[in-house]
């Protein structure tokens, strides 16, 4: 391990209760800090991160010291590392910028929001020659995640298009409900990760962003407006790189995400109005916002004056309804669509083997007979393709499909096997794509400004 005897650890910002940006720290003569002495601020004390040249400008560290991703255009220099065992992106910028970004993704992980784990702030960087350098900030790479233009080694089809910026919406949308002010959402910005057939959607950069009690119809409204504008930039872009259909019209596509904006929005948070006698429309609402993903904790009922009417609204709502579930009933961690996925195969395999057993007892032999023999049959040298859940859908899928071909019930292990040789055999590593990309990925990557976070 380097030695750095004068490195400094601090613990996070522990002003839990604040929002929006950090202050400012005015630097007075005695606060000046001392050239060579490293200040780390993180969560926790990692001392593997002592083995990084700090001492080194970003632009200039040795091969030796970085992870093979592939680098795109940014505002800042960034670059990706090996801690441990995971991959690290290092982002150097002004300590106030590090400090105020660290601080927003440590408060949106509390809240539960998609987004990249800060690690750490390192302030008080030297070279040799004693020139002081840019502070950085730390954050670890999101396992399976891809930026939106590696998605897709071949022409990116409009269906994928219009998933992508529906997952981008549904991510908008959870951070204004929590009060969270993004100030430059785009695809670039975002990672993505499969999720049974659709896309979960994680912020990966805050620095511009603001978090406040709750957000005007103004601020939402203008987060929407940059969110179009750059999405028809990024889509022009790809166009003009032959990387989209020919069919798809950059700016009519960058529409979408108003439109799935406000669909969900409004089915999240409009007030609902109806007659005394269809009180059955309460359950209704509550069930479609739970296939949307979210719980609602409390809502308010309210009779018209002259008891004609109801009018109901969510008053709390939160996301990862289905995800919850799984996980309280197996321990199993996926995405929104995944746990959905799961759960149906779960309550449908009660319902043919054990409709008498308590749900939880139920869905732990669901695990041993289903999930986990699904996994474990996946030769070690595919493990990297796909994670777990997205596999395990794909196969209750693979064996669906095979059923309805074959008009029999094709078993288990059956179509486990079919779909390892015809279908996971042929797919690329995610879980190793961005560490092992060829000139091709690296070349579709060379105006994401993903790097960034």
């Not at 298009?161 to 993004?182: E, K, P, S």
Request: aromatic content about 8%; some cysteine.
């Amino acid at each position: 391990m380097s030695e750095i005897p004068d490195a400094q650890w601090r613990d996070e910002p522990t002003d839990y209760d604040q929002t929006g940006k950090l202050p400012r720290l005015r630097a007075t003569s005695t606060q000046s800090p001392t050239l060579g002495s490293l200040n780390i601020t993180a969560a926790a004390t990692d001392p593997e991160l002592l083995d990084l040249p700090w001492d080194v400008a970003l632009e200039f560290w040795p091969a030796s010291a970085l992870a093979a991703l592939p680098r795109g255009i940014s505002r800042h220099v960034v670059r990706f590392a090996h801690l441990g065992g995971s991959v690290i992106a290092v982002k150097e910028t002004s300590e106030h910028v590090a400090r105020h970004e660290y601080h927003m993704l440590r408060k949106l992980r509390r809240l539960d929001v998609p987004c990249v784990e800060p690690v750490a702030v390192i302030s008080g960087r030297s070279s040799p020659e004693g020139e002081e350098l840019d502070p950085v900030l730390v954050t670890r790479h999101l396992k399976f995640s891809l930026p939106y233009r590696a998605l897709f080694s071949q022409t990116l089809r409009r269906d994928t298009l219009t998933r992508l910026i529906d997952a981008q919406a549904l991510l908008l949308v959870r951070l204004h409900l929590i009060g969270f002010y993004w100030g430059d959402v785009s695809l670039s910005n975002t990672l993505f990760r499969r999720d049974a057939g659709a896309f979960a959607a994680y912020l990966v950069d805050a620095e511009t962003g603001e978090l406040y009690p709750e957000l005007s119809v103004g601020q939402r409204e203008y987060d929407l407006e940059i969110a179009r504008v750059n999405i028809a930039g990024e889509l022009m872009d790809l166009a003009e790189g032959g990387l989209i259909e020919e069919k798809v019209d950059p700016l009519a596509t960058s529409e979408l995400i108003m439109d799935s904006y406000r669909r969900l929005w409004s089915e999240l948070t409009e007030k609902e109005s109806f007659e005394l006698g269809e009180r059955w429309r309460v359950g209704a609402r509550i069930r479609r916002l739970n296939d949307l993903g979210f719980d609602v904790e409390e809502y308010a009922i309210r009779a018209a004056s002259d008891g004609t009417q109801i009018q109901l609204q969510p008053k709390v709502v939160d996301a990862g309804h289905h995800s919850r579930r799984l996980l309280r009933l197996t321990g199993l961690d996926a995405q929104q669509n995944q746990a959905r996925r799961l759960l149906n195969d779960m309550d449908a395999y009660r319902v043919d083997n054990n409709p008498q057993l308590d749900e939880e007892f139920s869905a732990h032999l669901w695990v041993n007979e289903v999930f986990e023999p699904i996994v474990r049959a996946v030769p070690r040298d595919l493990s990297g393709k796909l994670e777990p859940a997205e596999v395990v859908h794909e196969v209750l899928e693979h064996r669906w499909y095979m059923s309805e071909r074959e008009d029999r019930n094709v078993p288990m292990a059956e179509a486990v096997q079919s779909y390892i040789d015809d279908e996971l055999r042929h797919r690329r590593d995610e879980a190793e794509i961005m560490l092992t990309a060829d000139a091709r990925t690296i070349g579709i990557d060379a105006d994401s400004d993903y790097e960034s976070t």
